[in-house]
């Protein structure tokens, strides 16, 4: 519009032409520095595979002896083609997303990626199209937003390495020079692997858990490269992600809830809160094992089944130690709203007055106001606080080598030790005279792999086979760990116990043997 001086406030900016002016290459700097954590940008990466209706997902580490070289996101979607990798590498580009899609605004690839490794390559073949990959480096960002094409044979041998998961379709996303690897010093690839895996299990297994919980198969495994068993590699560990579902609770804190609570929202109309109460002191993983209870109170965003925020009550109140049983989920609205907005990283949600003060006036059907449900789930805490409890004493937790399934209940069971390495359990020559050994310095549990088919039905078995045997060794083992002066009577009951596993493992093949002759 035209301008004409006056007087007047000029409610509209008047202006006078346009120029289109495309990112400057510094952006690249911006583009890696977005704040993503570990977790998060893995997480970011896992929603691509969902909305490309992947129904397997594998999170690769590789190694090369002590070394870790890269990671990798492995999945069976739909893939794309040439066009599609162009568009999914083109920095700034947003595509059109369906109503449930889980990706937001277009960046997450690239940012995520970008922000923990220096090169980032995306390789995908669909049912249509041949292998094709395109590769993106922090160096290519600075010269003009290069992005390479890979060699075609490469993308192709790359699926083919991959053909357990891929089998017409999928992609395969890779990072190298991985920042945090390369701070990695020698003989610590194992304790970095063990605690990142722990951390990145936690975070998928609670960000994702209705899609794990409605069959999504979320792996996360470790090559070494570097073995000669296998020209791919050897399997190191591997672990199958489970759910943490934040409101898995068996029987409520409290009866009558949940409960469903409706708070008028300016500019959004009527929101649902369901509002939960967990039992007190319960020891179930989906409440003592997503983190600091006190941070883990108030609300839960949820969009489209993916969880955004996971506690906190957003300015609305602080939190407090005795309402750390309350946990309220909240799905987001599918249409674009001024109230309530996602960070690009999806894992916080801000909101505006409009909804702390809808949240002051929500009720449930029977006319209850929001606030009654703190003060049932203030309630329940002080009754639960009252109630006489046996203390279990703390242990050492277990680690690599414990199936994954076995380790949550354990740590549903027993509190954890503070400050203390989980203890791995391992397969390694040994004497014939001898079932187990210990590695103190290690926190270790070495089984003699001579007898290790005689607990796998005569097959080899993965990094966390043998789970029984291994169970009941931790329970036997686990004050072995973490003591200073080692006491003759302790190595002597560890001397029988060997002995008598020894001849129970003797009898267990001769069994077998009897069974197939």
């Not at 600075?142 to 357990?164: K, M, S």
């Not at 895996?197 to 609670?206: D, F, K, P, Q, V």
């Not at 279990?392 to 199936?403: F, N």
């Not at 954890?416 to 549990?445: C, M």
Request: with cysteine; aromatic share 8%; hydrophobic share 35%.
């Amino acid at each position: 519009m035209p301008y004409e001086p006056g007087a007047n406030w000029q409610y509209d900016v008047p202006t006078t032409g346009s120029t289109h002016l495309p990112p400057d290459a510094g952006y690249g700097k911006a583009l890696t520095n977005q704040g993503y954590g570990f977790e998060v940008a893995v997480a970011d990466l896992i929603d691509n595979s969902i909305d490309a209706k992947a129904s397997e997902v594998v999170v690769h580490f590789l190694r090369d002896a002590d070394r870790i070289l890269t990671l990798l996101i492995v999945d069976n979607g739909e893939g794309m083609d040439e066009a599609g990798l162009d568009g999914a590498m083109t920095v700034g580009r947003r595509r059109n997303y369906g109503e449930g899609a889980l990706g937001l605004y277009g960046t997450g690839l690239k940012a995520a990626s970008l922000s923990h490794a220096s090169s980032l390559t995306v390789v995908s073949r669909t049912k249509r199209s041949r292998a094709a990959g395109r590769r993106l480096t922090a160096e290519g960002i600075e010269d003009g937003f290069r992005c390479d094409t890979v060699d075609p044979r490469y993308a192709q041998e790359l699926v083919d390495r991959y053909d357990g998961i891929i089998e017409w379709q999928g992609t395969v996303v890779r990072w190298d020079n991985v920042r945090a690897f390369e701070t990695v010093g020698r003989g610590q690839s194992d304790q970095f692997l063990s605690k990142a895996i722990s951390r990145l299990e936690t975070h998928l297994g609670l960000y994702l858990h209705r899609y794990l919980q409605r069959g999504l198969k979320l792996d996360i495994a470790v090559w070494d490269v570097s073995s000669k068993e296998n020209e791919l590699g050897e399997e190191v560990d591997h672990i199958a992600v489970e759910a943490l579902d934040p409101f898995g609770y068996k029987v409520p804190g409290k009866p009558g809830y949940p409960r469903k609570f409706t708070a008028p929202v300016e500019g959004l109309g009527d929101v649902d809160l369901t509002a939960h109460i967990w039992q007190a002191k319960s020891r179930q993983a989906g409440f003592r094992q997503i983190g600091a209870l006190s941070e883990r109170q108030g609300f839960y965003f949820y969009r489209n089944d993916r969880l955004v925020q996971a506690g906190g009550w957003n300015g609305w109140r602080n939190p407090e130690g005795h309402l750390v049983l309350a946990r309220v989920a909240i799905n987001l609205p599918s249409r674009d709203n001024s109230v309530l907005s996602l960070d690009v990283k999806k894992e916080r949600v801000t909101v505006t007055p409009a909804f702390t003060e809808g949240i002051e006036k929500a009720v449930d059907s029977k006319g209850h106001v929001f606030r009654s449900y703190l003060a049932d789930a203030e309630s329940a805490y002080r009754d639960g606080s009252r109630r006489n409890e046996v203390v279990r004493k703390p242990v050492t937790p277990p680690g690599k080598g414990m199936d994954p399934k076995v380790k949550r209940v354990i740590k549903e069971e027993l509190p954890e030790k503070p400050g203390e390495d989980p203890i791995a359990f391992t397969w390694g020559a040994l004497p014939p005279d001898q079932f187990f050994s210990l590695d103190r310095e290690r926190n270790a549990v070495i089984l003699n792999k001579a007898y290790r088919e005689d607990f796998n039905e005569g097959r080899r078995g993965g990094s966390n086979d043998a789970p029984v045997t291994k169970a009941l060794l931790y329970l036997l083992l686990e004050d072995c760990f973490g003591l200073g002066r080692w006491e003759r009577t302790r190595q002597d009951r560890v001397d029988y116990w060997n002995t008598i596993l020894l001849a129970s493992v003797e009898v267990q093949r001769m069994r077998r043997t009897q069974a197939t002759s």
